[in-house]
């Protein structure tokens, strides 16, 4: 496949980027919390999304490293989970929204395990990676003889289980994204209509430079 032709002439040069606002203005309108609601929202799907790629790489690993796998396992899970926070403003995502991402299979079966996972994980009295029991041991003479210290520990983590994740996490990143830009939309109508006087009186937000020190 061949691209468009394009015209002789003079080669055009690229458009320099675009200059870095001088003064923000900190919004606290309930449109603007929303947009700021779905932001974070976008972040923790984002961290899943890292976390999963982590992952593929340590579960395909010979002899993975547990510790990793357990801390990159559980921010996926918890952060996920959050996402579906309802929060003040109500932008957390629902069982509906899963629905429409249009995924094949058991999507909300899925996503019952995941959040029946963070619950778990985020008991504070569960040890998320084995269950422990004590027994008596008994001797040849079939008295006891000792105390037994036994422990079972949770399935290992799967390439499977992670691919899953990321699957249902990327589906749902398309769908923030849609409305993070359709939010900006609505709080920038807002915001432009404002006189001079009044955006002078909102709160300065204080923005980290971007450039490295010299």
């Given at each position: 496949m061949t691209g468009p032709e394009q015209a002789d002439g003079p080669e055009q040069e690229a458009a320099p980027p675009p200059?870095?606002?001088s003064v923000v203005r900190q919004l606290r309108s309930p449109a603007a919390l929303a947009l700021a609601d779905l932001a974070a929202v976008f972040e923790d799907?984002?961290?899943?999304?890292?976390?999963?790629?982590?992952?593929?790489v340590e579960t395909s690993a010979p002899g993975p490293d547990e510790l990793a796998l357990e801390a990159y396992w559980t921010t996926a899970v918890l952060s996920y989970a959050r996402c579906f926070a309802p929060g003040e403003r109500g932008v957390?995502?629902?069982?509906?929204?899963?629905?429409?991402t249009g995924l094949e299979g058991d999507v909300l079966g899925w996503h019952g395990v995941l959040m029946a996972l963070r619950d778990r994980y985020a008991d504070r009295a569960v040890n998320p990676r084995e269950t422990f029991s004590v027994g008596a041991a008994q001797g040849a003479s079939g008295h006891a003889d000792g105390i037994a210290v036994t422990s079972a520990r949770q399935p290992t983590l799967d390439e499977v289980t992670v691919r899953q994740t990321g699957a249902v996490s990327y589906a749902l990143t398309k769908l923030v994204d849609e409305r993070i830009t359709a939010q900006q939309g609505v709080v920038f109508t807002a915001v432009a209509a404002m006189a001079r006087p009044a955006l002078d009186n909102l709160p300065l937000l204080h923005l980290a430079s971007s450039e490295g020190p010299p």
């Open positions: 200059t870095p606002p799907l984002q961290t899943v999304l890292r976390c999963c790629e982590r992952l593929v957390g995502l629902t069982e509906d929204d899963l629905t429409a």
